[in-house]
């Protein structure tokens, strides 16, 4: 079975989409679209080069889904998804590639994501560190261990995990987790605790837009971050997208999942090559490649 994997922030590179533009009508038509909805040019920033503004978060999440989305419909009869999943922010992707949202219903709820999600930082500052090393149960156990907030949010892959909560609480687990025995506990350069306790009022703030918005039903299953399991259910659907901001992306969990659910290939829909490299670490057996 062919599965189609959409990546999530960090993925984002300058002069993104670029090529869909000049090369076909269809994605010069949604980044127009995208423009008018946004209430910005962002085909400004995507297509220039100044990374360092294509990493603010109003910017990066609406780009990514875009470069995503686009090059799914750009794909054409290359796009036969027998199964989807989207890792953190993809999952928007995945959901208006699989039918659940239109392009228009999917951006806006991004827009609208990554506003509440900023805004939530600006309240309660945190941040994130990539764990290299160790069991997932040795991480959870010093999170839990760990005075503050502090919580594994992202299962990446056997021996990588990210770590989210409240910059202090996010330090001293470092120091545990090193002598733990991490091979590495490095704080990331992002802008917020994501995928922890701290994002309860992006949660609170997007799950009223979430509840108002259509979803339909997928042409395929949809393996969401928060289950691991593939979903057909369009309230099932919303009920974990909204539960994804303050819950753990179970990555590796969902991979492990579609491929005992019959996934034999795996495609990435989007800017980079991130999931292929994690799902190469998760099972070397699996074809995988890009979309692009």
Same mark, same amino acid.
């Given at each position: ?46 297509? &220039?080069?100044?990374?360092?503004? !294509?990493? %603010? ?5 609406? $780009?990514?889904?875009?470069?995503? =989305? *686009? ?120 802008? &917020?605790?994501?995928?922890?306790? !701290?994002? %309860? ?5 997007? $799950?009223?837009?979430?509840?108002? =918005? *259509? ?78």
């Amino acid at each position: 079975m062919r599965a189609y994997v959409f990546p999530g922030q960090g993925s984002q590179f300058p002069g993104m989409g670029k090529n869909f533009f000049e090369s076909s009508t269809l994605a010069k038509e949604r980044f127009i679209q995208a423009n008018e909805i946004l209430g910005f040019d962002i085909t400004k920033t995507m297509f &220039g080069d100044d990374s360092e503004a !294509l990493k %603010e978060t109003r910017v990066t999440q609406p $780009a990514i889904f875009l470069h995503s =989305t *686009i090059l799914s419909e750009v794909m054409a009869n290359r796009f036969q998804p027998e199964m989807v999943s989207g890792h953190s922010l993809g999952e928007f992707s995945a959901l208006v590639a699989s039918g659940v949202l239109s392009f228009n219903d999917g951006l806006s709820l991004v827009k609208e994501r990554a506003m509440a999600m900023q805004s939530a930082c600006d309240k309660f500052p945190g941040t994130m560190a990539a764990i290299l090393g160790l069991e997932d149960k040795v991480v959870e156990s010093v999170c839990k261990d760990t005075t503050g907030v502090v919580i594994a949010a992202n299962y990446n892959c056997p021996g990588q995990i990210v770590i989210s909560g409240s910059k202090k609480a996010i330090d001293n687990a470092c120091i545990s987790l090193k002598e733990a025995g991490a091979k590495r506990a490095l704080v990331l350069p992002v802008g &917020g605790a994501f995928h922890s306790p !701290l994002m %309860e009022p992006a949660k609170e703030r997007l $799950a009223s837009v979430i509840e108002n =918005t *259509i979803f339909e039903q997928p042409k395929c299953a949809v393996y969401q971050n928060v289950c691991a399991t593939g979903v057909i259910d369009a309230n099932e659907l919303k009920a974990n997208l909204i539960a994804q901001l303050t819950a753990p992306v179970l990555w590796t969990q969902t991979i492990k999942k579609m491929i005992s659910d019959g996934a034999t290939h795996f495609t990435e829909v989007g800017p980079g090559k991130v999931l292929q490299g994690l799902i190469k670490k998760i099972d070397r057996s699996i074809e995988t490649e890009s979309g692009s």
